[in-house]
DNA sequence: GTATAGATTAACCAAGTGGTTAAATATGGA
DNA sequence: TCCATATTTAACCACTTGGTTAATCTATAC
């Protein structure tokens, strides 16, 4: 065998792939400027992977993966129900404010490349681990019968915390913008927003007996 | 004067620019595709609007004014609260559900193009009427004051009450594949989001009285 | 060492790209 | 009618695009 195992080349072209996709899409991204960001000639690109198309297609798997461990992070399905919503939410918005670029790509491309992304998502979901709205109706299911929260549908439910979660970070500048916030503020309404959602969500389907009129504290 | 009436072509030429924009991002837009969609010859863009850059500037305006106007769509800020914040919802998600194309075009320009798509923006809103900040942030104060709903921070409930309206229509081919819904499932869906997000909404911000626990009906 | 395979490069290419131009065609006022 | 101007077109252009190629380099197995 004459394999040098090194081949870290590839690596290095897919990173740069990554990087310049994420900044100008995928009609935006030119193979010299992938080839500039990773150090190495642009035929290596070809050599590597046969077509942009193609590089696209490796690069989307890793976007897909990176969405959707974003938003599987770390959930306590077993967790009391408040403590389970509260860190459901807490965990998206950190990972999500760290991921921001990810996010915004993905919803781009989603529309752009439909025919791409969305079998390749769907790929992706299917070998991953369990249904996440299975996951999630099952424990929200629980939690109505036990009257801990009102009478919802999970689906909703899930899309409503979802929304919640990254919506926000999708628009930022326009939101600062409407605000006409200076950036410390665009920090500091960042830094609330898990808080705020929370809060929001957790207001929204508590369980309130309807003659004792309270569980749990008001804000 | 020797200046014919007509020019429909210019007219003509930003509908097709405005259609295949909205199909190919920016960068993925030709102007080859554009001019057929137009019916005219190529040069005819060059003739009328001067580069590309031009056209997507002309373009843009258009967009966000009508994003803008589907944000700002009819909404009663003298009703009662209740119905001021149903009809709220009511008005963008059957807006929004007419224009999703728009939606996510401007969402993915707005970081694709973030030097060209924020400063427009900043400047239709200036001329538009009045802030919708100020007018949402009053309205929602006032009810607070009257104890209709809880207190709540005016800015983040405008971001929840829009994040909800808006995010679904973005990522609805996501939503479907996570659920695997059939087209009919997701229309009933998209139906009844409407309802759904003005009761998660109510739900959370709609005053109760901690001692007697109850205002208005439970669902 | 040297043969052999993979890895890397500079130079190249055809097909598009946005953009130009000069000539042709309308149009309407005199 | 004829002229001046606005509109439209086909042909063209320089440049960039994704992609190829043939030659060179590099490392290892023998």
Redo the contacts with the bound molecule.
Sequence with gaps: ?????D?K?EEQILQAAYTVMLRHGKAG????EIADEAG?????L??YF????KIYTAILGKVIREVLGTLLRKIDFEAPIEEFVRGFVAGHIEAIRHNQRIFQFFLAEIWLNREEVVPAFREVLSDGRGNLLELFSARINRAVREKEIRPIDPRHLLINVISLDVFYFLGTPIFSAVMEMTDQQVNAMSAERADQVADFIWESIRYRDVKTGRKGDEQ
Tied chains: 1, 2.
């Design positions: 065998m004459v394999r040098p195992v081949s080349t991204a030119r193979m010299q190495v000639n642009k035929a290596l070809h050599y046969r077509t942009k198309d």
